[in-house]
Nanobody, 114 residues
């Protein structure tokens, strides 16, 4: 199983960005795909998750600004980030959980700066 994240970049405060993560290999029909982020000098933290069954949840600090969606047919999860702040600067990672095993992608850098 491999996870490939893409779509990161440099944006100004208040702008939007969408990152995506595609899983390939032996992907189960039931799984959970999550987004995490890790800012410089900080621990990796959960942003939100989406199940194949359509359940989606977010941590409080991104509610109302970030939206997670997924395309099960493409094994892809998206993270739409709006009203970005410098504090959102981080490497964004996706994680796949299936059959009790976690798989991580390499991450994509998101930088919010004027």
């Amino acid at each position: 199983v491999q996870l490939q994240a893409s779509g990161g970049g440099l944006v100004q405060p208040g702008e939007s960005l969408r990152v995506s993560c595609t899983a390939s290999g032996s992907i189960f029909s039931t799984n959970v795909m999550s987004w995490y982020r890790q800012a410089p000098g900080k621990q990796r933290e959960l942003v939100g998750l989406a199940t194949t069954g359509g359940y989606i949840n977010y941590v409080d600090f991104v509610k109302g600004r970030f939206t997670i969606s997924r395309d099960n047919a493409k094994n892809t999860v998206y993270l739409q980030m709006n009203s970005l702040k410098p504090a959102d600067t981080a490497v964004y990672y996706c994680k796949l959980l299936q059959g009790g095993t976690e798989y991580w992608g390499k991450g994509t850098q998101v930088t919010v700066s004027s």
